[in-house]
């Protein structure tokens, strides 16, 4: 089950870049059972029975301010999920509630699994999937209660590191990944962050020369446990924590990327961005290419 993100047809990223919709991501959520967590058509019915990440099994992670980690969750029909006072779980309601607020934790290990845990804040119980039924009644969270995440991003992203206000690309060697870029231009600005559920939900950072970044900030060419990160959730920005516990961010006067700190300030966090359409025109009379020198007039000569 191991590729690129997203699903087909799917037009947002898995995290959208700044503008009206800040901090949102598109994702899908996946069980212990490997089931999507799924917002039925008809009847407001939800369930874990999904099979692989299409449209009824999108949901939209909105902010909920305050703690940096509380969301909420909205299907694609616009309904938020929420749980009712006798620990129901529903998708119905058109507003934000409090018994839809959630608060994103993950492992606190050496190890990270790169699972979340969501913990409904006002009934302080977790969120799991149980047969053909969501339930809300664990205190604390087992493996029913954990889920993978997967971002439903496009293919090829330009990654920001929120620190240094800088964009990642390709190293003039083609063997690291520096973050000094002011404009993502270029092939070499694009990645793509492949899911991973064969290396349990992981994402590994892919470059435009099929080479993945290792963490120890060197590019190889075949994906190992060093080239695998959890996805973390920071107030609407992306950390990628590595196989020790270590997260990924730009590091000395190269801006290199690789893991590091075993904490997250602005330095390990991240937004991922739509790329822009870039392409070469070449003119019919003289079959050179189309070009800008020297100031704006565009020539082809």
Not at 16 to 29: D, E, Y
Not at 33 to 58: D, P, V
Not at 136 to 145: D, R, S, V, Y
Not at 237 to 254: C, F, V
Request: some cysteine; glycine content about 10%; proline content about 3%.
């Amino acid at each position: 089950m191991n590729g690129v993100n997203g699903m087909n047809g799917h037009h947002e990223n898995g995290e959208l870049s700044n503008g009206s919709n800040k901090g949102v991501w598109t994702i899908g959520l996946i069980n212990c059972q490997f089931k999507y967590l799924t917002a039925e058509t008809f009847g407001f019915k939800i369930n874990a029975n999904g099979a692989s990440l299409k449209k009824k099994q999108i949901w939209t992670l909105e902010p909920a301010g305050g703690e940096a980690a509380a969301i909420y969750l909205r299907s694609h029909l616009g309904k938020y999920l929420a749980v009712d006072s006798f620990g129901n779980v529903t998708c119905e309601s058109d507003e934000k509630e409090q018994g839809g607020k959630f608060l994103i934790t993950v492992p606190d290990n050496s190890n990270p699994s790169g699972r979340w845990a969501l913990k409904n804040i006002a009934r302080g119980y977790y969120l799991g999937a149980s047969a053909d039924k969501l339930t809300c009644t664990a205190k604390t969270p087992g493996n029913a209660e954990f889920w993978l995440v997967h971002l439903a991003a496009r293919p090829q992203v330009n990654l920001r590191s929120v620190g240094r206000k800088r964009f990642a690309h390709l190293s003039e060697n083609l063997d690291e990944i520096h973050v000094d870029a002011n404009i993502p231009w270029g092939e070499d600005t694009l990645f793509t962050l492949e899911f991973r559920v064969d290396d349990g939900g992981k994402y590994a950072l892919h470059t435009c020369n099929n080479k993945y970044l290792s963490r120890e900030g060197k590019l190889v060419d075949e994906c190992n446990p060093n080239c695998l990160y959890s996805a973390e959730y920071h107030s609407g920005q992306l950390a990628l924590r590595d196989i020790s516990g270590a997260y990924l961010s730009p590091i000395g006067s190269k801006a290199v990327l690789k893991s590091r700190s075993n904490s997250v300030t602005k330095d390990e966090l991240f937004t991922l961005e739509d790329s822009l359409p870039q392409a070469s025109f070449v003119a019919a009379l003289n079959s050179r290419y189309v070009s800008v020198k020297q100031g704006v007039d565009v020539t082809a000569n």
